[in-house]
């Protein structure tokens, strides 16, 4: 029997009762490499070189300010639908001055764990100023999993890559923005800019044996996770970017009702709002034609504006990872 202290996450659109939100802190690395930065608007590789080694919230004051009112209007949001949220810890000043060449990153809750039914996984992340995102998690994450009957298990920390690998070595990668649960069914994205192959197949060593189908979805190169193209709304409803997916819809979605968007609202996360159940989705009010086109499905749509966040590169799935999502409690 599930209950309300349980881990469990069922698929993407079922009832969302408690949740990590992200913080909002980011240090400039004092080495910028430009590659990271591709799926960025231009003026991110201006900022990175004209701030190298500060935080943002030196170098952005208002900004920063602007930042943390999003989530903070985002959290009120999900409490108002009577979403249990826990908000990430802020970085301890070893944890940021641990690796200043790289910079540091704790901005986004979805890619440093991820939630597949009731196992939680640590993630191993790609870019490098990400590597230990998941720190400020942990104490989080071990309070969550005490009191639960879950499995929870990190996969392997990558393997350093040799200098100027502009793949950041083999890896292996897996990162909860590329992570999609549908039931028993497991989507995992791959540009090159997040998880990887070997990600891939640790992941399926793990779960398939439990009764999981899990399939890898190729992504445009400049995409940088799964739910970036993809979202899955409510069954057989998804916001969908079919440009950014070279091998098309995947084939357990093919008869699912879609809203198309461009490739370009797709690198500004337009599939990346947050479902709160089959019936309550979350969006930018930058979004608003898409809403309207959600409604028409009978879905209610509420917007939260998180132009800030999305400047980042993730927007509300991203900020927030799901501890228990599921229609039966």
Not at 98 to 118: S, T
Request: aromatic share 8%.
């Amino acid at each position: 029997m599930i209950t309300d202290k349980n881990i469990f996450v069922q698929n993407e659109f079922s009832t969302l009762k408690k949740v990590v939100l992200a913080a909002s802190e980011y240090g400039y690395p004092l080495e910028v490499r430009a590659a990271d930065l591709c799926f960025l608007d231009d003026s991110a590789i201006e900022d990175s070189n004209l701030n190298r080694g500060r935080d943002h919230s030196e170098a952005h004051p208002k900004i920063q300010l602007q930042w943390e009112a999003e989530r903070k209007n985002f959290k009120q949001m999900l409490e108002s639908h009577g979403v249990e949220v826990l908000v990430v810890r802020r970085l301890t000043d070893a944890e940021k001055g641990f690796d200043p060449r790289n910079g540091y990153a704790n901005f986004f809750a979805r890619d440093p764990f991820f939630v597949i039914g009731n196992i939680m996984v640590e993630g191993a992340m790609r870019f490098l100023h990400r590597r230990h995102e998941i720190w400020p998690l942990r104490d989080l994450l071990w309070a969550a999993a005490e009191g639960s009957d879950c499995i929870y298990v990190a996969a392997p920390f990558p393997q350093v890559a040799d200098p100027g690998d502009p793949t950041l070595g083999k890896g292996p990668f897996i990162e909860g923005g590329d992570v999609l649960v549908l039931d028993s069914h497991v989507l995992v994205g791959n540009s090159g800019l997040a998880s990887n192959d070997r990600g891939f197949q640790w992941l399926s060593k793990l779960i398939s044996p439990l009764g999981y189908t899990v399939e890898q979805v190729r992504l445009h190169p400049k995409i940088l996770h799964l739910d970036c193209a993809l979202g899955l709304v409510r069954p057989n409803l998804m916001l969908v970017c079919e440009e950014a997916l070279p091998d098309g819809i995947p084939e357990i979605l093919k008869g699912w009702s879609a809203i198309h968007v461009t490739l370009e609202e797709a690198a500004n996360l337009a599939t990346n709002g947050l479902p709160l159940s089959q019936d309550v989705y979350i969006t930018d009010p930058a979004f608003k034609h898409i809403g309207k086109q959600l409604e028409k499905h009978g879905v209610e749509v509420s917007y939260v504006d998180f132009k800030v966040s999305r400047s980042f590169g993730g927007s509300f799935r991203c900020s927030t990872q799901a501890l228990l999502r599921c229609d039966q409690i």
